[in-house]
């Protein structure tokens, strides 16, 4: 079982900005596709921004230009740099990847969550 380790939520004002990290700790593993979900208050689970191993990223397009997804293999880590915030912006945040690891001597490929960290952007 892998916990990833979400940091970096607050309270901002709109236009301001924050940056979120992740870090999947251990090392006997691979990771595949990384990625940045959302949920507000009285809304479902959204994809944010999402970046391939090898650094192709793909965004949801109320994000587009704002926010950057960004990854650091060395360190099993994923960022979203978050600029211009709005207050639609305001949700719980996840990280999420998609790790290659062997499990009972099979390799096999699972989705792995963070426990959320809150942005609030106040108008």
């Known amino acids: 079982q892998v916990q990833l380790v979400e940091s970096g939520g607050g309270l901002i004002q709109a236009g301001g900005s924050l940056r979120l990290s992740c870090v999947v700790p251990g090392k006997s593993f691979s990771i595949n596709d990384m990625g940045w979900y959302r949920q507000g208050p009285g809304k479902q689970r959204e994809l944010v921004a999402s970046i391939t191993s090898s650094g192709s990223a793909h965004y949801k397009d109320a994000v587009q230009g704002r926010f950057t997804i960004s990854r650091d293999n060395a360190k099993n880590t994923v960022f979203l740099q978050m600029n211009s915030l709005k207050s639609e912006d305001t949700a719980v945040y996840y990280c999420?990847?998609?790790?290659?690891?062997?499990?009972?001597?099979?390799?096999?490929?699972?989705?792995?969550w963070g426990q959320g960290t809150q942005v609030t952007v106040a108008s």
């Open positions: 999420t990847a998609n790790i290659r690891e062997r499990v009972l001597s099979l390799w096999t490929e699972n989705d792995y």
